[in-house]
C-alpha cells in the first residue's frame, strides 16, 4: 500500500520514487524525476528542488509516516468502507501534537492516536467521499503543523485584541488559534473567498485599528482550498506570531491533499486497518495482560476480548439490552454536544461512550443488530455547542450522568471495567458541577 499510497514531500523521497519510476518504466533518469516532481505535487523536478530547502530542518531528519483513517457507511445502499492516507512528515505526529492537542486543531479534532504511526477517526461517516474528504482535511492540518512548528491552542480568546474574542476579524471562518514556543499568538482564518468580496476594506480596517498583520500564503490552506475557502494569517504586529517565516515555510510545501485526486487506500470496512506502529503496541498488550491477569474471581464477572488497534481487553460478563444501550447513548450524546468545548466534562463521557460502544458490538451480531443501528447507538450527535452553561443547565446534564449510572448497574454485573466507567462518569459530573456553579 506504501508506494501507492505515499506521496513524497522531500527530496530523498522524490529521488527514491524517480528510482522506482525509472525501473519499472524503463525511461530516462531525467523523465522519471519529473513524473516523482508531480505526484508530489511540484510542475517539475526543478520547482522541487526551489520549494523544499525552504522546509526546516527536512533534509537533516529522516522522514516518519502518519497513517490516517476514516470509516464509513452509506445507509442508503448497505455500502461500507476504510480510506487511509499515508502522509509522511519529518518528525512524528507525537512530537508535532499532544494528543490533548489534537482536539484543538480543526481538521484533527475527530481523530484519536490508534500507534505512534496511525490517527483514527473514531466517528464512522456517512459516505466514501465524506471519509476521503475528512482523511485530506486532518493530512493538510499535519502538513501546516509539520511546516510551520506551530501548535493548536484551546485559548481562543489569547489571540484576539485585549483578549477578547468578541472583537471578530470581519468576515472571519473556520478559524484555528496557533501558538509557536514563545507562546505568540496567530489566527489562521479560512472564509470562502468569494464571501469576502464586500469584507476587505472592513479587514484592512479592523487590522490597522487593533495594530494586527494580515497575510495570504500562496499555500491555499487546510478547511477546503478546493472548494472555495482559502487561508488568511492574523497576527498582532508586537505580541504576534511573526508572520514571515510562516508563509515562507508554507511556500514550501507542496500541492495540499485532495478528495477529489484521491492518493490513498480504499478498503472494505472489516478487518479494521493495523499500522505496523499499532500492531507492536497490540504485541506489547498482549505481554502485559498475559502477566497480569491472575485473579480467577474477575474472570467470573468479565469477559476477555481483543480490542482492534488496541489489544486484550476485559468487559462485564453481561449483555445490556439494545433498547437500554440506545438510552444510555442518547442521554451521553446530549450531554457530550452540550460540553464540547469544556475538555474535562467531554474526555471522560467520550471514553465512557467508546467503551460502551465497543461492549455493544461484542454484545449483539449483525443480525441481531444491523450496522445502520448500531453506527447511531453512541454516535453521530448533532446540536449547538455552548461555551458557557448556567446552574440549571448544568442540573440538567447531572440528571442525565444519573440516569446513566442507573441504567449499567442494573444491567452489567459489577466488577473494574464497570466501576472505571461509572468512576469517569462521576467525575463528568463534578466537573459540570464546577462548570456551571450547580449547587
Known sequence: MKSKAVSPSTMTGIKRL???????????????????????????????????????????????????????????NGQSGRETLVVRLPRRWTDLLSPAELRSARGLENYRPEGSDHLSRRQVVRSQNSARESVCHAARTLQFVAATGLRPSSGYCRAYPKGDPNNKVPGQDHVCVWFDANKRYLIADEPYEQALNSKHEMRRVWCQTNGYNEEKPNWPGMHNPFGGTRLFLISNKEKGVPLGPVIKALEGLPTPHSSSDWKGDSKPRLPYFMSPGSVAKGKIAVTATKSTVRDTGIRHATRGYTQTLVG??????????????????????????????????????????????????????????????????????????????????????????QRVHVLIQEHYPDCAPLRRLRKLVTEAEKAIRAWGGAG
Open 18 to 76: 524517480a528510482r522506482q519510476i525509472k525501473a519499472a518504466q524503463g525511461i530516462s533518469h531525467s523523465d522519471a524525476l519529473t513524473q516523482a516532481s508531480k505526484a508530489a505535487g511540484f510542475t517539475n523536478f526543478r520547482h522541487a528542488q526551489k520549494a523544499l530547502p525552504d522546509l526546516p530542518n527536512v533534509q537533516t531528519r529522516p522522514d516518519h509516516d502518519v497513517y490516517l483513517t476514516a470509516y464509513w457507511h452509506d445507509g442508503g
Open 312 to 401: 486484550p481487553r476485559r468487559r462485564p460478563n453481561g449483555q445490556m439490552p439494545v433498547a437500554v444501550h440506545r438510552e444510555v447513548g442518547s442521554l451521553l450524546k446530549e450531554v457530550l454536544v452540550t460540553a464540547y468545548f469544556r475538555k474535562s466534562v467531554y474526555s471522560r463521557l467520550n471514553s465512557v461512550r467508546s467503551d460502551l460502544d465497543e461492549w455493544t458490538m461484542r454484545e449483539y451480531d449483525r443480525s441481531a443488530l444491523p450496522d445502520e443501528d448500531f453506527f447511531d447507538l453512541y454516535y453521530h450527535e448533532n446540536g449547538d455547542s455552548p461555551r458557557r452553561i448556567n446552574p440549571e443547565i448544568a442540573e440538567r446534564c447531572i440528571a442525565k450522568l
